[in-house]
Nanobody
Framework: QVQLVESGGGLVQAGGSLRLSCAAAGTLKIRAIDWFRQAPGKEREFVAGITWSLGSTYYADSVKGRFTISRDIAKNTVYLQMNGLKPEDTAIYYC?????WGLGTHVTVSS
């Protein structure tokens, strides 16, 4: 099983940037790590993902060109660089690996 811990959330003005981190620990081999988010009153949605070995990336249309996902294999950490933040990006951001989820980190974007 993989344990995941997110960090880096906070309050930022529209147009600003944040970098989220997802630190992974455990004995299960990681194949990919994805970021999801859940806004108040909405369902959890996919944001971005990265494969562990090749580093292939994929994004939701709503964040393409603004968010960048990357990984540091030595640190077992995945990052989500978020630029050009909008109020609609306000949500709890979670990372997932296989069936393991972190507890999330809050992102609030003020207008």
């Amino acid at each position: 099983q993989v344990q995941l811990v997110e960090s880096g959330g906070g309050l930022v003005q529209a147009g600003g940037s944040l970098r989220l981190s997802c630190a992974a620990a455990g004995t299960l081999k990681i194949r990919a790590i994805d970021w999801f988010r859940q806004a108040p009153g909405k369902e959890r949605e996919f944001v971005a993902g990265i494969t562990w070995s090749l580093g292939s990336t994929y994004y939701a249309d709503s964040v393409k060109g603004r968010f960048t996902i990357s990984r540091d294999i030595a640190k077992n950490t995945v990052y989500l660089q978020m630029n050009g933040l909008k109020p609609e990006d306000t949500a709890i951001y979670y990372c997932r690996s296989s069936t393991s989820w972190g507890l999330g980190t809050h992102v609030t974007v003020s207008s």
